[in-house]
Structures are given as C-alpha cells and as structure tokens.
C-alpha cells in the first residue's frame, strides 16, 4: 500500500499595501518637491547666459517637468480613489 501524501501548507505572501491616506501624503510631499526644483531650474534657466548651463537647465526643465506632471496625476488618481471609497 502506498504511503499517504500529506498536504504541504504552503505560506500565502499577501502583498502589503499603505493606507490611503499615507499614499496621498506621499505622492503630494513628491509633488511639491519636484515643483520647488523645477521653480528653481527654471529661474536658473532663464537667468543664465553661458550656453552650456542653458541646455542643462532646459534639460533639467524637461525632466522635473514630467516627473511633476507624473506626481499631479498619480495625485489626483488617488483623489478620486478616496472619494469612490466613501
């Protein structure tokens, strides 16, 4: 007679999730500061002569830009989030 498998309890890895709210705190803390940098780049930006130091800055520029616009929207996701959770 064969011997009887026993059934291996397999651990479950539940994936842990923030909360809410602390996600929104962190998507807006990201927001602001990538706001202030581009602020920044861009006052750099506009004040610089040397060609060198104005396509940095406008790269620069391009780049918080996006990252800024990436922060709003990730922001403005979980916005809606909260609300439809209500």
Do not use: Q
């Amino acid at each position: 007679m064969p011997k009887k498998r026993r059934a291996v309890r397999r651990v479950s890895r539940v994936a842990k999730t923030a909360p809410l709210r602390s996600r929104i705190s962190l998507a807006w803390k990201n927001l602001l500061l990538f706001l202030v940098l581009f602020i920044v780049s861009l006052i750099f930006y506009s004040n610089s002569s040397d060609s060198l130091i104005v396509n940095l800055f406008g790269l620069l520029l391009i780049i918080l830009g996006f990252l800024t616009l990436a922060f709003f929207i990730i922001l403005v996701i979980l916005i809606i989030l909260r609300s439809e959770k209500r």
